[in-house]
């Protein structure tokens, strides 16, 4: 129903959580190249556990690429300077979610090619960083499924 895109992804046990979660969500997942790790690696097999069978994963050379194959019907990034919480959208199937690298998050230019509401932002304490990138991805996409009645194939 839903797609995640992980742009350059750097931590495998973080990787690893999200193929867990797009195999019990049913969404699929959109590896962009160059990853922080080989999709080989053991971190990343351990915190999928077996899910890997069960998840749709799918590795592109670039974001040009994955969202002309994705071609959503609407793109949000996750970023932690978005103009609205991701709670106030009203999510639908075909929708995709962007999340950028642990450690620098979306390109400026990346963001600034988006209408400013399709950035949405996780609602944090002040001073803070970011929250995990899995746990992101968690908040967003239970969200959206929340909102779509937990239906497992589009309407």
């Given at each position: 129903m839903f797609d995640i895109i992980l742009l350059e992804p750097e931590i495998p046990p973080n990787t690893g959580n999200v193929i867990r979660l797009?195999?019990?969500?049913?969404?699929?997942?959109?590896?962009?190249?160059p990853l922080g790790f080989s999709i080989d690696d053991a971190q990343l097999r351990r915190a999928g556990l077996d899910y890997h069978a069960m998840a749709r994963v799918r590795e592109h050379p670039d974001l040009a690429t994955c969202l002309q194959r994705v071609a959503p019907a609407r793109l949000f990034a996750v970023e932690t300077g978005g103009s609205r919480r991701y709670s106030d959208v009203g999510y639908r199937p075909g929708d995709a979610f962007l999340f950028g690298r642990e450690t620098t998050g979306l390109p400026a230019a990346v963001t600034a090619a988006l209408p400013a509401d399709a950035v949405v932002r996780i609602p944090m304490r002040p001073g803070n960083r970011s929250v995990?990138?899995?746990n992101a991805v968690a908040l967003v996409v239970y969200e959206a499924w929340r909102q779509n009645d937990f239906r497992t194939e589009a309407p």
């Open positions: 797009a195999a019990n969500t049913g969404c699929r997942l959109h590896l962009v190249h995990n990138l899995s």
